[in-house]
């Protein structure tokens, strides 16, 4: 992996022939189609003989294949050439308040494993790290792909993060330097690391809903409820990487004690947690579910509740739709803000869309203005619940350019 993470700053020939085989390899793994060697020496701004012996060159330690034949009305037919996906890969991990997931992906981002350890709890201790580190370090192991093939790790974790500088601010904020720096010293491979949220908003921006449109809203709602804001085509991260902390606008209806040791925050109305604990109060109040059929109260999560809503239990329904409409609420007051193209809704939450679409559409059409929410859509993430370990994955190659 010498090519892409050398440090190439001293000017020398040797150095400059590195980059011109980065500017070769970036252009082919971000392109829709295989290249010819004129082709990619024009984009690339090369001459043909030089451009020629440095393709050669990565054609012989295989980073470049040849996958065909470009069809031509007539004549010689020229060879078209990609990266081999399989020359390097980027490891993707999302580390939530309970669970932690870790998929490892080709250079097209394509998973080719996938490791989860849902009895895993989040703390701010040093023994907490240790288990992130050694379920990483096995993880890799259990792939059987060699470390000197992995390019990096991207780490998508919950609190507050900057990743500007490595630090999160929440959890594991005991290290003497960054996490990121501790971190790549213990796996020996070079690591990055931002909020949960915005690793979702990636995810969407490079591979999502989010694709082809330059402002967006990429909406995290599952246990917690953050935000992604993608604004002229860039993820807004903030002075300090903070931006988006959708949860904590003061906008809730009621007056319970958020985890940041304020009141009134959105978070404490929408949000999985905040959903266990309404389902609670109104049970506790007299109301019924088919879920305690099943289920003792102290035992039912937000997902049991999203799945008896889907199967059509009547309290359910009426807290997530409940929910929705607030959430609608904050995000007219938004739309009005900055008006976004488009609202992406991800996270654990997409599996209601049924009943979350209209209550939320409603809550926008009582704050937003009229002009900019017709210009704005709403929809459901396409991506899947793995959306989060994507974007995390897409950290380390956006870091090298080759997505």
Not at 45 to 73: D, F, H, R, Y
Not at 190 to 210: K, R, S
Not at 335 to 340: A, D, E, Y
Not at 352 to 364: N, P
Request: net charge negative; charged share 20%.
């Amino acid at each position: 992996m010498e090519l892409f993470l050398k440090d190439i700053r001293n000017v020398n020939n040797a150095n400059r022939h590195y980059a011109q085989k980065r500017k070769i390899i970036s252009l082919l793994n971000k392109a829709e189609n295989p290249l010819t060697i004129p082709g990619i020496c024009k984009k690339v701004k090369l001459s043909i003989p030089t451009g020629t012996k440095l393709i050669n060159e990565l054609i012989e330690t295989q980073i470049i294949v040849e996958v065909g034949k470009m069809e031509t009305e007539n004549g010689r037919r020229p060879s078209v050439y990609k990266v081999d996906p399989d020359y390097a890969y980027c490891i993707g991990v999302v580390i939530l308040l309970k669970g932690i997931s870790l998929s490892i992906f080709n250079l097209e981002m394509k998973e080719v494993y996938k490791f989860d350890n849902n009895d895993f709890i989040l703390e701010n201790t040093s023994e907490c790290l240790a288990d992130v580190i050694a379920f990483i370090g096995n993880s890799i192991s259990d792939s059987k792909i060699d470390l000197n093939k992995i390019l990096g790790v991207g780490i998508g974790i919950t609190g507050r993060i900057n990743s500007q500088t490595g630090n999160s601010y929440n959890y594991f904020n005991f290290l003497e330097n960054s996490l990121t720096s501790y971190l790549s010293e213990q796996l020996s491979v070079p690591v990055y690391i931002d909020n949960d949220t915005h690793v979702l908003g990636i995810a969407e921006q490079f591979f999502g809903e989010a694709k082809s449109v330059k402002n967006a809203f990429v909406v995290n709602l599952s246990r917690g409820l953050g935000l992604a804001i993608i604004a002229n085509g860039e993820i807004v991260i903030g002075e300090q990487g903070f931006a988006g902390e959708f949860g904590h606008i003061q906008f809730a209806e009621s007056d319970k004690l958020c985890l940041c040791g304020k009141r009134g925050c959105l978070g404490t109305e929408v949000s999985g947690y905040a959903l266990e604990q309404n389902f609670k109060e109104q049970v506790q109040s007299g109301e019924i579910s088919l879920l305690l059929n099943s289920k003792d109260i102290s035992e039912i999560q937000y997902g049991d509740i999203l799945k008896a809503a889907w199967e059509g239990d009547a309290l359910s329904i009426s807290l997530i739709h409940k929910m929705g409409f607030l959430i609608g609420k904050a995000l007219g007051n938004m739309v009005n803000f900055l008006n976004p193209g488009i609202i992406i809704i991800g996270g654990k939450f997409v599996s209601a869309k049924e009943v979350l679409t209209d209550s939320i559409k409603s809550g926008m059409t009582h704050t937003a203005l009229s002009l900019p929410l017709r210009s704005c859509e709403l929809i459901f993430s396409s991506i899947g619940t793995d959306a989060a370990i994507k974007g995390a994955g897409a950290i380390v190659l956006c870091k090298l350019q080759l997505i």
